[in-house]
């Protein structure tokens, strides 16, 4: 990590730990994050990889503000972090479009919040429109577009925003394996257009080495915490479909699959003892 050690990370997570009440028996506690520190630096695109269930979604929340961790610091830019993270976007796994607006209604709402007049707003919503490939779908409703024409509705509803740190929950897993690589590729053009800090989660391991700067591996939960992290030395620009196929993709997966498998197999059993 030595690259990015000189600058001020955009995103610090500290010895963050994060403690719940148990769903079944609220007098005994749930310790989901243990100990875990996890930087960002501004421009740099991280992924974080981990078994199903193991606390990724928490420690996003964490870094967006709308959890505050039972120990440990979050810091934005150098300044700690209270209440809701202003300078971050996020993109969720479940779709956060409104129903009742249309595309371009949907990808102002943002803006509209924060008091943009309205004809700049829309002027601002064609242009994200145009960008994410939608041009003139401005006036559907989300019921009348693809699956993946709404994640791209979503990713222009969080970019709109130019926030200066894009944190991403799973924003793909719901799409079929061709659209998801098109919406990677899109969205690794728009980060390279700006190079804004990004934080993805993923259990996808083929999709974090082909997006990310670097890949930072968890450890099956509870307790959480980073058990491996690979810096990814490929070329840039990437189409996520070719570079799988690069001997240095090849190289980065096995030996990160190999700290990741075992983890993998521990939350599989934790998941089937739970039932």
Not at 198 to 216: G, K, Q
Request: glycine share 10%; net charge negative.
């Amino acid at each position: 990590m030595s690259h990015t050690s000189a600058q001020v990370p955009a995103l610090a997570l500290e010895n963050v730990t994060c403690t719940f009440a148990s769903r079944d028996d609220h007098n005994s506690r749930y310790t989901a994050v243990k100990d875990t520190s996890l930087r960002v630096a501004p421009g740099e695109f991280v992924s974080v990889v981990g078994p199903t269930g193991c606390g990724k979604s928490t420690l996003l929340n964490v870094g967006a503000g709308l959890l505050a961790p039972s120990s440990g610091t979050v810091s934005v830019f150098g300044e700690e972090l209270r209440g809701v993270n202003r300078r971050a976007g996020y993109m969720f796994q479940a779709e956060a479009l409104m129903p009742w607006r249309s595309a371009l209604d949907n990808v102002t709402a943002g803006l509209s919040f924060r008091g943009v007049p309205k004809d700049e707003a829309r002027a601002k919503g064609d242009e994200w429109l145009k960008r994410v490939g939608l041009g003139g779908f401005g006036d559907r409703y989300p019921h009348q577009l693809s699956g993946g024409m709404r994640k791209r509705v979503g990713m222009a509803q969080t970019l709109i925003l130019d926030p200066d740190i894009i944190l991403m929950d799973e924003p793909f897993s719901a799409l079929d394996i061709q659209t998801r690589q098109l919406m990677e590729n899109e969205l690794l053009e728009l980060w390279a257009d700006k190079r804004k800090a990004v934080l993805f989660i993923t259990h996808d391991l083929d999709e974090a080495i082909s997006l990310s700067d670097r890949v930072v591996v968890l450890s099956a939960g509870p307790g959480t915490h980073p058990i491996g992290e690979f810096v990814i030395d490929l070329p840039r620009p990437r189409d996520v479909a070719e570079i799988r196929t690069h001997p240095r993709f090849v190289e980065l997966h096995a030996q990160i699959w190999g700290v990741l498998r075992e983890e993998v197999l521990k939350g599989y059993k934790q998941q089937l003892a739970a039932v």
